[in-house]
């Protein structure tokens, strides 16, 4: 049997809008305590996320090891910190910076990997 999700429009509109959202956009939320954007940080941190899940799945298709990936809690530090850091960035550049990151700490087998 073959599953299939479908996003529907404004799904699609959310998980990929969160790609060019600016990191002041991030900082902004974080420094409310609007049930609004609590809500939002949730669903950046998430976007992020299954980004980093979505390549460990290339890897795993390419025959890499997928490296581990950090908790929920870990992972908003670390957009947290990126997006402190320097705020003119995108959430893309920060997901690529973390997925940088992540396959730098693995480590080395010498075998191609």
């Known amino acids: 049997m ?8 404004v799904q699609a509109r959310l ?8 990191c002041t956009h991030w900082n902004d939320i974080r420094s ?3 049930v609004v954007d609590v809500v939002r940080e949730d669903g950046m941190v998430q976007w992020v996320s299954g980004y980093l899940t979505a ?3 290339i890897r795993i298709a390419a ?3 997928p ?3 950090p908790s929920y809690s870990a992972l908003k530090e670390l957009v947290h910190a990126r997006c402190h850091a320097t705020p003119a ?3 893309q550049q920060v997901a690529d910076l ?5 396959r730098g700490a693995e480590p080395q087998t010498g075998s191609g990997e």
């Open 2 to 9: 073959v599953l299939a999700l479908v996003a529907t429009p």
């Open 15 to 22: 998980a990929v809008g969160y790609a060019g959202t600016p």
């Open 32 to 34: 409310s305590s609007a």
């Open 55 to 57: 390549v460990n799945a």
């Open 63 to 65: 025959r890499q090891r």
């Open 67 to 69: 490296y581990p990936l």
């Open 89 to 91: 960035r995108t959430f």
């Open 98 to 102: 973390l997925h940088l990151d992540l």
